[in-house]
T-cell receptor, first 116, second 116 residues
Framework: EAGVVQSPRYKIIEKKQPVAFWCNPI?????LYWYRQNLGQGPELLIR????????DSQLPKDRFSAERLKGVDSTLKIQPAELGDSAVYLC??????????????FGPGTRLLVL | AQSVSQHNHHVILSEAASLELGCNYS??????LFWYVQYPGQHLQLLLK??????LVKGIKGFEAEFIKSKFSFNLRKPSVQWSDTAEYFC??????????????FGTGTLLAVQP
């Protein structure tokens, strides 16, 4: 079974530029998550989707970050404009059931973003 | 707010030594507990998980963890480490939080280096 796919794996941009990350979850997984992992820290949830609905975006900085999951499968996370402090690894994860707490989350390889 | 503490940021062991990594969480309700591992250059992988039942949980590669509810702890153990166990280990807690479920809270991680 294919795992969670993310692209690109690495991205270097200058501050104030836009950037987008793409995620394809494991087939059949309804729930999709975006996390940010700063250096030396654990991942922190940015947004969680159940199908195409964003059900928890309380930690998403909405002034510059946006996300979408239009058909309930692939998702994109965008930053516009990027700031130096956005340098981090952006992780996508998926899990197989809706709204229960027993699902295990499966993580993709992440996109490592460096903002210069 | 819920939090997860991993007391050891860096651990260096020789092969065949025993390992115990501490994890404490702050949440008074029902929790699901996880240990994830990230090998160098790879993505986060599930090592083991506790949902209910026997508090001693066995995972992959000889790892185990014990849930002690009275101590709010979920320490990871392995009786004899190998060089291939060199990785970063993350403890995570999944607790119902308001109307949002399946929100993983991660610790800051423990970097384990095993010397051959």
């Amino acid at each position: 079974e294919a795992g969670v796919v993310q692209s690109p794996r690495y991205k270097i941009i200058e501050k104030k530029q836009p950037v987008a990350f793409w995620c394809n979850p494991i087939s059949g997984h309804n729930t999709l998550y975006w996390y940010r992992q700063n250096l030396g820290q654990g991942p922190e949830l940015l947004i969680r989707y159940e199908n195409e609905e964003a059900v928890d975006d309380s930690q998403l900085p909405k002034d510059r970050f946006s996300a979408e999951r239009l058909k309930g499968v692939d998702s994109t996370l965008k930053i516009q404009p990027a700031e130096l402090g956005d340098s981090a690894v952006y992780l996508c994860a998926s899990s197989p059931r809706l709204a229960g707490v027993h699902e295990t989350q499966y993580f993709g390889p992440g996109t490592r973003l460096l903002v210069l | 707010a819920q939090s997860v503490s991993q007391h050891n940021h860096h651990v260096i062991l020789s092969e065949a030594a025993s390992l115990e990594l501490g994890c404490n969480y702050s949440y008074g309700g029902t929790v699901n507990l996880f240990w994830y591992v990230q090998y160098p250059g790879q993505h986060l992988q599930l090592l083991l998980k506790y949902f209910s039942g026997d508090p001693l949980v066995k995972g992959i590669k000889g790892f185990e963890a014990e849930f002690i509810k009275s101590k709010f702890s979920f320490n990871l153990r392995k009786p004899s480490v190998q060089w291939s166990d060199t990785a970063e280990y993350f403890c995570a807690v999944n607790a119902a939080y308001g109307g949002a479920t399946n929100k993983l809270i991660f610790g800051t991680g423990t970097l384990l280096a095993v010397q051959p």
